[in-house]
């Protein structure tokens, strides 16, 4: 079965642009994930969905990011104004269910590079 | 506040030789602990976990884990290494108390098996 994919693989904004980033989760997956991960560090959380509901976005490190998954399926991960700090590695994760026990399955991640 | 420590930025190793990578954690109850995968240019891939039960996991690869209470360690081991290893490794940690958390990741342990 597919796994997790995210679109585009790579990205180079200028200063300022917005960029919109896309997770296709595995299907039937309840729970979606995004991370950052920063060059030489893993990853650190963002935001997370339990289907279309956002229960947890204190991870977004500023009000220019912003999270949807508006059908319970395909999430977007939208970075208003980009700034050179932004530049990272962009995860997403998806998992079967909605308990801790559940491991997460990862996408291949999209690289942002703010010039 | 839940934390991972991997002491080792780098670790290696000669194919055939059994191999060693650290990881330390911290929470407040009784964690649940992964270990991930991460080859170049490509996503984290699961590898194992310890939930409960038995101390010693076997996951993907050969690959096995120690849960050690005691010194809250949970090491990645493998008894004979293949080139094919190399790539870099994460330890995850997620306090079951408080529920459907995001993982939280080490820095990651970049491991080199020579031939």
């Known amino acids: 079965g597919a796994g997790v994919s995210q679109s585009p693989r790579y990205k180079v904004a200028k200063r300022g642009q917005d960029v919109a980033l896309r997770c296709d989760p595995i299907s039937g997956h309840v729970s979606l994930f995004w991370y950052q991960q920063a060059l030489g560090q893993g990853p650190e959380f963002l935001t997370y969905f339990q289907n279309e509901a956002q229960l947890d976005k204190s991870g977004l490190p500023s009000d220019r990011f912003f999270a949807e998954r508006p059908e319970g399926s395909v999430s977007t991960l939208k970075i208003q104004r980009t700034q050179q700090e932004d530049s990272a590695v962009y995860l997403c994760?998806?998992?079967?269910?909605?308990?801790?026990?559940?491991?997460?399955?990862f996408g291949p991640g999209t690289r942002l590079t703010v010039t | 506040a839940q934390s991972v420590a991997q002491p080792e930025d780098q670790v290696n190793v000669a194919e055939g030789n059994p191999l060693t990578v650290k990881c330390t954690y911290s929470v407040s109850g009784n964690p649940y602990l992964f270990w991930y995968v991460q080859y170049p240019n490509r996503g984290l891939q699961f590898l194992l976990k310890?939930?409960?039960?038995?101390?010693l996991v076997k996951g993907s690869y050969g690959f096995e884990a120690e849960f050690n209470k005691s010194q809250t360690s949970f090491h990645l081991k493998k008894p004979s290494a293949l080139v094919s290893d190399s790539a870099l490794y994460f330890c995850?940690?997620?306090?079951?108390?408080?529920?459907?958390?995001?993982?939280?990741f080490g820095k990651g342990t970049r491991l080199s098996v020579i031939a």
């Open positions: 310890y939930i409960t039960g038995d101390n």
């Open positions: 995850a940690v997620r306090d079951p108390y408080l529920g459907n958390t995001p993982l939280v």
């Open positions: 994760a998806s998992s079967l269910g909605d308990r801790e026990r559940d491991e997460q399955y």
